[in-house]
């Protein structure tokens, strides 16, 4: 069974730059993936930040950025503000309409 | 703008059944194909099933395979998901989500999700 792993949490400084990645158990990610990384705050559904690996979703900041780091999606947020505390999920695209979601990282801004 | 709104959530005892619904705004949602995702109480988002424009494919997640039937009714505009022989691990908050194609994927919009708990 394919397992997505994300960092269980992940802190920041305000300002400062953040990177969160989403890998995963057996094998690389590659864009072949299509990753993709949402945003939620409690009780919200989450939120479109970045899809295909790399497209920001309309009308969301510029900080925040997606790539390919080595064998993993990854999320980068530059200058990093308070309202980014939030929840992050990657979703790897399978193939034959089978996504598989990471555990989420628990980003603190302090 | 597309807007989708779950609803039939609820109580419900283990192996009971529920069936959630989901409408969507606009005259194309016989082209949009659609995901179920869940979220139980504090934890992670988990996919659960998907369905196509034109439900030729139907896929779950193993967790809910025989036990949940996704379907929809393009005349409606709506979404379904049936859930039988109910189980506590099953409580979550249930979202429908469109799946946009273009060569790859985006999942938008979503919708607020609905609730259902499993418990006696």
């Known amino acids: 069974q394919t397992v997505v792993t994300q960092e269980p949490s992940f802190s920041v400084s305000p300002g400062g730059t953040v990177t969160l990645t989403c890998g995963l158990s057996?094998?690389?990610?590659?864009?072949?993936?299509?990753s993709s990384w949402y945003q939620q705050t409690p009780g919200q559904a989450p939120r479109t930040l970045i899809y295909n690996t790399n497209t920001r979703s309309s009308g969301v900041p510029d900080r925040f950025s997606g790539s390919i780091l080595g064998n993993k999606a990854a999320l980068t947020i530059t200058g990093a503000q308070a309202d980014d505390e939030s929840d992050y999920y990657c979703v790897l695209y399978m193939g034959s309409g089978i996504w598989v979601f990471g555990g989420g990282t628990k980003l603190t801004v302090l | 703008e597309v807007q989708l709104v779950e609803s039939g959530g609820g109580l419900v005892q283990p192996g009971g059944s529920l069936r959630l619904s989901c409408v969507a705004s606009?005259?194309?949602?016989?082209?949009?194909?659609m995901n179920w995702v869940r979220q139980a109480p504090g934890k992670g988002l988990e996919w659960v099933s998907y369905i196509s424009s034109s439900s030729s494919t139907i896929n779950y997640a193993d967790s809910v395979k025989g036990r949940f039937t996704m379907s929809r009714d393009n005349a409606k505009n709506s979404l379904y998901l049936q859930m039988n022989s109910l189980r506590a691990e099953d409580t979550a908050v249930y979202y429908c989500v469109r799946v946009v194609w273009s060569g790859y994927f985006r999942f938008d919009p979503w919708g607020q999700g609905t609730l259902v708990t499993v418990s006696s």
């Open positions: 057996s094998g690389s990610v590659s864009t072949s993936y299509y």
């Open positions: 606009g005259s194309t949602f016989s082209s949009y194909n």
